[in-house]
């Protein structure tokens, strides 16, 4: 008599093992795309093509309109406030001429009123023009926000999803499609948001950085647990297909918030661009067709089995030595029997296997998802020194054209004005 505990142990450790461990490899996403980049490499670039011209549609395009439209109000009030001082100019040079002909001290009184009111008039205009450009700069943020705002709604309607909150829901919507999940993808899903290093010393720190190194130690321990928690995370969740291209035709917010200075290219093109992408969703697939149909499939680790066990090494009968050292001879029939038992035994991380392959799917939308956050959050930093440079630069520039203005005006009155009296002096003498 031979123990069967015995052989299914040694088989398990000897046959299972071996040809099970690279299947699990073998049988994830990054395989299958490994295998078939040559057959995915049309769709997947056509897909990268679709979201080139997404940026280009809402994010690219209003962002350069809202740069050119802040440069035209620029423009358009210094230009107003040019052709205003440029009439007040020519009042106040008949107004010079007058006081310079005036014969008496009472016309001089008046006229020389009426010239320093046209300098009060030139000086309030520059004052006026100056304030109405830091205006317009500060405005400028908010319409950039707005812009981001709405291309971040149009990338989740891109994609499908949308957000929700965060918290106990989560972690019940994971636990219940792990559960009960086939091969959908999850219906919730987190993606972290990017985390910029913050340097303690350079900023806020006043001590040596070498006396500092414990705590920074520390608090980057409590940052990472931070982030372990949760905090800097984001959830979505996925819409159906139906929901998902019926969210594409509505408007991406609200026409109150619509602001007054339109752009031409993207109101007109949005509705345009959108009817467009749903009839290419609907027809043929966001990647312009479906999956060529010669893909490579990952094997099954039952199909793999059975091919393994036609093998001559496993064909032939298996060697035991029990405890009183005597050489039994397996039959094949009881080989095949421990193949079935083995493979009832790993049924349920054969499952797992196939779940991994779904969550692999759902992880490049993830990966996609926090580029575009990358992306925008890069933008932001970048308006934001944009806004900088132009504000202290018109600032400067407006304020130093107001000082050589008001410089030149005043010499200029004085010397007329001490011209006149010198010649009104002399006449009345």
């Not at 999940?181 to 950085?209: A, E, I, K, W």
């Not at 196939?354 to 959050?377: G, M």
């Amino acid at each position: 008599m031979f123990k069967l505990d015995f052989i299914f142990r040694i088989c398990a450790q000897n046959i299972v093992t071996l040809f099970f461990s690279p299947l699990s490899e073998q049988c994830c996403f990054v395989w299958a795309a490994n295998a078939n980049n040559v057959a995915l490499a049309k769709p997947i670039y056509r897909f990268g093509e679709t979201l080139l011209g997404f940026w280009e549609e809402f994010g690219a395009k209003p962002v350069k309109f809202c740069q050119q439209t802040l440069t035209t109000r620029l423009l358009t009030e210094r230009q107003n406030a040019a052709d205003l001082v440029k009439q007040k100019d020519v009042a106040l040079n008949f107004a010079i001429d007058s006081l310079r002909q005036s014969a008496t001290d009472d016309q001089v009184t008046d006229r020389l009123h009426e010239v320093l009111r046209l300098l009060d008039l030139i000086k309030n205009i520059y004052s006026d023009t100056r304030t109405q450009q830091i205006s317009i700069v500060d405005s400028y943020p908010g319409e950039v926000e707005n812009v981001l705002n709405t291309y971040e709604t149009a990338c989740l309607r891109f994609f499908g999803v949308k957000l929700t909150t965060s918290g106990g829901s989560f972690a019940a919507m994971h636990t219940k499609s792990d559960k009960g999940r086939s091969n959908h993808l999850q219906d919730v899903f987190r993606v972290r948001q990017p985390t910029r290093s913050v340097d303690g010393y350079g900023q806020f720190g006043t001590g040596s950085p070498k006396n500092d190194s414990r705590s920074s130690h520390s608090d980057s321990q409590v940052t990472r647990k931070k982030q372990s928690a949760g905090v800097n995370y984001r959830y979505y969740q996925v819409k159906a297909r139906s929901d998902a291209i019926n969210d594409l035709r509505l408007p991406l917010r609200p026409e109150s918030q619509v602001v007054s200075i339109k752009n031409p290219d993207c109101s007109t093109n949005e509705s345009e661009y959108f009817e467009n992408l749903i009839l290419e969703i609907t027809t043929s697939g966001i990647i312009g067709g479906e999956l060529p149909a010669e893909l490579i499939e990952a094997p099954l680790i039952k199909e793999a089995y059975m091919e393994n066990a036609q093998k001559p090494e496993t064909q032939s009968l298996v060697k035991v030595c029990l405890k009183e050292g005597d050489l039994i001879l397996v039959d094949k029939f009881i080989v095949n029997s421990i193949h079935v038992r083995q493979i009832s035994a790993y049924e349920s991380l054969i499952h797992r296997i196939k779940r991994r392959a779904c969550e692999d799917v759902a992880n490049v939308r993830l990966t996609e998802l926090s580029l575009h956050r990358a992306r925008i959050q890069r933008h932001i930093d970048a308006v934001k020194l944009i806004l900088q440079d132009l504000r202290s630069n018109i600032t400067g520039e407006l304020n130093n054209q107001l000082d050589a203005s008001q410089s030149q005006m005043l010499e200029r009155v004085e010397a007329t004005v001490q011209h006149k009296l010198t010649q009104s002096t002399r006449s009345t003498m």
